[in-house]
Structures are given as structure tokens and as C-alpha cells.
């Protein structure tokens, strides 16, 4: 039986991407984990896998095109000496390189491919099931009714691991994900666009300039940032850092670990602050869920890298159990492998506090957006030297650097808000206590 191959989600906010290259071609022989592409995202490039043997009978979707929604089909997998549909003996579709409009925010709230929304369609009386080929004998074999089981395959696909540990009846399960999903959606704010292209354009009549489309990227951050701003009531906590310690300390220990390759940066010394002071203020360590907040355990810290067209945030997961040569260390795995786009969701997505360092950029300080569902940023200004007025009074100077913590005053007060900010400052004051 013939099988379409979907556009797969590959990652929860992924509502569309980029068929980048084919691994396979017409007629090659496949079986379930053999790689048949690489999809470019807004956020990385990613290998798509095989979930069920068959041969490549049609690739529908031309190598290099963009703006492939998920769920689309993509190419057609056919059986040993079986035939293709005369629904898919069309030309593959070209690259596309136009920019579509853009999609509300409340859309992307479930991605089209995602396991709820793909629950959703299992769950509704009549709707078509989707099941590999090899999943649909077994079920038949067993006598179970495919749509009572919750796929785990690419797009909520059912595979044959599904059928074989099916139980009695999950599908109430399937159901309730997608009606609590689906209540989400139906009940988040709508993000202000501005003006439309068309109207932004009539301002600048008669003037040159060109344009440049949006990737998937700059959407992402665009949605993201402009719902954070709308719906997250900031406030923000400054404090200047006295780091003469910090730096003394940095260069005795890189003098020390120059034989390993190991350099601290900074950044690192902050990273490891911020751990331990999310450990020490509990109830800061949090994230905003709707009606309640998540609060953890673990420090992980995500870190605002820049990137060719935007940002990402990797994660550094368990911050306040490492060292800070592996901080280090993981950081710049991490910051290499995302300027390549090469990082896998689970690196960049969860965290529950986030740092953007400006610092080298010559940036004295500046007011960081909360990256949702976060309670909290720190922005990162540079060191520098500055006067100050020492405790017996005298005139000098000290390497300060100035800080601003952005701050949801939903899932945090602003007194807690400051005990968080002190513990982080007292880190770095005393930098031997991220030594031990």
C-alpha cells in the first residue's frame, strides 16, 4: 500500500522548513532508521529517519525548496511491486522562494504535525488514521483497532512499535491531550502584527531600498518576542558589579589550565553565578505556566548566542553541578554547533532562566526581553574601569560591570526578584565560591 512521507515537526513550534537535501533518490530500497533527508528548521539542520521499509516511489518536493508546511507530503513510499498512484506521478514541486504571510501566534501555539494535533485527527470519528504500511498488517494480524493507538513515529504517524505494545485503550488519553491542547490555543492572545508591507512601503514612495524576506528564523523571533513584550509584565532590577576579584582570579586560574587548552571566559564565571543563586533563592528558580509556575530542581541556564540572521539559546543543563572548566567547555560545543545549525531541540528548548551578555560588544547595559515561558533574564553589560569611592573613603577606581535583571512580576515579586540579583552579585564578588 502506498505511503505518504510528511514533513515532519521537528520540534514543537516548527510549522514549516526547509527540504535542504535528499538522502536517497527514486527507487532506492529503504527499512525504518535509514536517513532519507536533511531539514533545515528556523533553529538547526536535522536528518529525517526512515520509520517502515519500502522503495522511494515518487519524490513529490524538489531538493532546496522552502517553506515546506509540516504535514506535506513529501514523496511516497511504495512496496515491492506495487504500483504508484496516478495522484503521484506529478513533477516534484520546484524550491520555493517567495516568503509566505505570515501565521498568528495563536496558530503556532500546536504545530500542525505536532503528537497532539496528529492525536487529534486519530481521535475524530471518521478521520483518516495514519499508520505505516507495516503497522496496518500487524494491526489487521491482531485484530486491534488502529485508532485506538497514539502514534510515536515522525508527525504522530503509527509505527510497529506502537502495535506491538498497544494497550487496552489509550485512545481517552489521545483525546484529552488534544481537547487540553486545544484549549490553549483557543484561548491565547492574539499578537499585534503593525502595519501591513503595503502600508510601511507607501511611507518610503519614491525612495531606494530593497527588500529582504523574513526567514523562519526572524518570524520565530519576531512571534516570540512581540507576545513576550504583550503579555509578560516586565520589570527590571539593575545592579553595577565590582569583577577586580573575578578577573584576578580568571587569570590565575587560565595561567594554570593553559597546558589543558582551557580558557574561562567571563561568561562562564557568570553562567556558574547564576546556577548556584537560583539555587540558594528556590523560588525564583521558576517558569510562568498559564495558571500555575513550574518550579525546579536543577539550574539550567539557557545563553543567548548570536547567530548568522538571529539567535538561539542553548541550554546548559544542571549548571550548578558543573564545573566551571566543563561549563566552559559545553558552552562552546554548544555556541559552535548552533552558529552551524546543528544543535537538536532538546538542546535549545526548556531552561528556566536565561543570560544575553553584550559584554563584548563594548555594551554598557541595556533592558533584555524575557524569553517565555522564563521568569527572568540577565543582561550582561561590559567590564570597565571606573571611580569609585572605596570603604575608607578614598577615591579609586575598579573594574565594574553593570547588569539589569528583566523580571516576570507574574511568577516573581520584586523583592524576590532582588534576593535573586543580590545572591548573583555576592557570586561574583566572591568568585572563589564558584571555584568549589
Aim: aromatic residues 4%.
Amino acid at each position: 500500500m502506498a505511503t505518504e512521507i510528511l514533513m515532519p515537526a521537528l520540534s514543537p513550534t516548527m510549522e514549516e522548513g526547509t527540504l535542504a537535501k535528499w538522502l536517497v533518490k527514486e527507487g532506492d530500497t529503504v527499512s525504518s532508521g535509514d536517513l532519507l533527508a536533511e531539514i533545515e528548521t528556523d533553529k538547526a539542520t536535522m536528518e529525517f529517519e526512515a520509520v517502515d521499509e519500502g522503495i522511494i516511489g515518487k519524490i513529490l518536493v524538489a531538493e532546496g525548496s522552502e517553506h515546506v508546511a509540516v504535514n506535506t507530503a513529501i514523496a511516497i513510499l511504495i512496496e515491492e511491486g506495487e504500483t504508484l498512484p496516478e495522484s503521484a506521478t506529478a513533477a516534484p514541486k520546484p524550491a520555493v522562494q517567495a516568503t509566505p504571510e505570515p501565521t498568528s501566534n495563536a496558530s503556532a501555539s500546536v504545530p500542525q504535525n505536532s503528537p497532539a494535533s496528529q492525536s487529534t485527527v486519530q481521535a475524530t470519528a471518521g478521520a483518516r488514521v495514519f499508520a505505516t504500511p507495516l503497522a496496518r498488517r500487524l494491526a489487521a494480524d491482531k485484530g486491534i483497532d488502529l485508532s485506538t493507538i497514539a502514534g510515536t513515529g515522525p508527525n504522530g504517524r503509527i509505527v510497529k512499535a506502537d502495535v506491538l505494545s498497544a494497550s487496552a485503550s489509550p485512545k481517552a488519553a489521545v483525546v484529552a491531550t488534544a481537547s487540553f491542547t486545544q484549549g490553549q490555543t483557543a484561548t491565547a492572545a492574539p499578537v499585534a502584527t503593525g502595519a501591513s508591507s503595503d502600508a510601511v512601503k507607501k511611507l518610503y514612495e519614491g525612495r531606494d531600498y530593497s527588500e529582504v524576506s523574513l526567514d523562519g528564523m526572524r518570524k520565530t523571533i519576531a512571534a516570540r518576542l512581540s507576545e513576550s513584550k504583550q503579555t509578560i509584565p516586565h520589570f527590571y532590577l539593575r545592579r553595577d558589579i565590582n569583577i577586580d576579584a573575578l578577573m584576578s582570579l580568571r587569570a590565575m586560574v587560565n595561567k594554570d589550565l593553559s597546558e589543558r587548552n582551557v580558557k574561562l571566559s567571563v561568561n562562564d564565571f557568570i553562567i556558574k553565578a547564576c546556577a548556584l543563586a537560583l539555587q540558594n533563592v528556590k523560588t525564583a528558580n521558576v517558569v510562568w505556566a498559564g495558571d500555575r509556575v513550574l518550579q525546579f530542581d536543577a539550574s539550567d541556564i539557557a545563553v543567548a548566542v548570536a547567530i548568522d540572521g538571529g539567535l538561539i539559546t542553548p541550554v546548559l543543563r544542571d549548571a550548578e553541578q558543573k564545573s566551571l572548566s566543563v561549563l566552559s567547555a559545553e558552552m562552546k560545543d554548544l555556541a559552535a554547533r548552533a552558529r552551524d545549525k546543528k544543535l537538536m531541540p532538546q538542546e535549545y528548548q526548556g531552561g528556566s532562566f536565561s543570560i544575553s551578555n553584550l559584554g563584548m560588544y563594548g555594551i554598557d547595559n541595556f533592558d533584555a526581553v524575557i524569553n517565555p515561558p522564563h521568569a527572568a533574564i540577565l543582561a550582561v553589560g561590559a567590564g570597565k574601569k571606573k571611580p569609585i569611592v572605596k570603604e575608607d573613603g578614598e577615591l579609586g577606581s575598579a573594574t565594574i560591570m553593570s547588569v539589569t535583571l528583566s523580571v516576570d512580576h507574574r511568577a516573581v515579586d520584586g523583592a524576590l526578584g532582588a534576593l535573586l540579583l543580590d545572591d548573583i552579585v555576592k557570586n561574583l564578588e566572591n568568585p572563589f565560591v564558584l571555584m568549589v
